[in-house]
């Protein structure tokens, strides 16, 4: 299963709060497989993750939003 999730990342100082909280995603099982920098809007990110279990992802995300780190997210699977 992956995820793919979209963030805004207006300054430079997302670079360094998303390298900040690796630890925690690799604690949720959450593996980053790419990140994508818009062509047209280089203040939006797109990253692709790995998922090794979901509930701990799912924790991860709610957790983050509580803590004011907004993103778009959706949970994909192999057609």
């Known amino acids: 299963m ?6 805004p990342a207006t300054d430079a100082a997302w670079n360094a709060a998303f390298d900040a909280d690796a630890e925690n995603r690799a604690n949720a ?3 980053l497989l790419q990140m994508w920098r818009g062509a047209d809007d280089v203040g ?3 990253c692709l993750f790995e998922v090794a279990n979901r509930d701990r992802a799912q924790a991860w995300l709610d957790t983050s939003a509580a803590l004011g780190r907004p993103g778009v997210a959706r949970f994909l ?3």
């Open 29 to 31: 099982g959450l593996t």
């Open 77 to 79: 699977t192999t057609a």
């Open 2 to 7: 992956q995820l793919l999730m979209d963030f």
């Open 44 to 46: 939006a990110v797109t």
